[in-house]
């Protein structure tokens, strides 16, 4: 049974910086395509960041963290990473990794392409 876990949330003055951490267990993680997710307080879970399976593969963000957010991964660790810049406020979310088994080499940016998901990180940015 494939397991998600996040590390790396915190609390953080605006403009500072986190990365988040998703290690992966129970499966191959290389045959899984990543995202980030977050739900804030009275909201839906919203896409945040994707990548492909490959180590270095492809990448697509939501429109509001684009070159502020990075995803990326190690599969030789099993771990899928989001480095976040220049934080704001309006970032403070729980953040959630999700997994879905691929064979297209493909990104996916809807809740419903997610087959696994994490429990979640938060993530609070003060002014």
């Known amino acids: 049974q494939v397991q998600l876990v996040e590390s790396g949330g915190g609390l953080v003055q605006a403009g500072g910086s986190l990365r988040l951490s998703c290690v992966v267990s129970?499966?191959?993680?290389?045959?899984?395509?990543m995202g980030w997710f977050r739900q804030a307080p009275g909201k839906e879970r919203e896409f945040v960041a994707a990548?492909?399976?490959?180590?270095?593969?492809?990448?697509k963000y939501v429109g509001s963290v684009k070159g502020r957010f990075t995803i990326s991964r190690e599969n030789a660790k099993n771990t899928v990473y989001l480095q976040m810049n220049s934080l704001k406020p309006e970032d403070t979310a729980v953040y959630h990794c999700?997994?879905?088994?691929?064979?297209?080499?493909?990104?996916?940016?809807?809740?419903?392409?997610?087959?696994?998901w994490g429990q979640g990180t938060q993530v609070t940015v003060s002014s």
């Open positions: 999700a997994a879905t088994r691929d064979y297209s080499g493909i990104t996916y940016n809807t809740n419903d392409e997610y087959e696994i």
């Open positions: 129970g499966g191959t993680f290389s045959n899984y395509a």
């Open positions: 990548i492909s399976r490959r180590s270095g593969g492809s990448t």
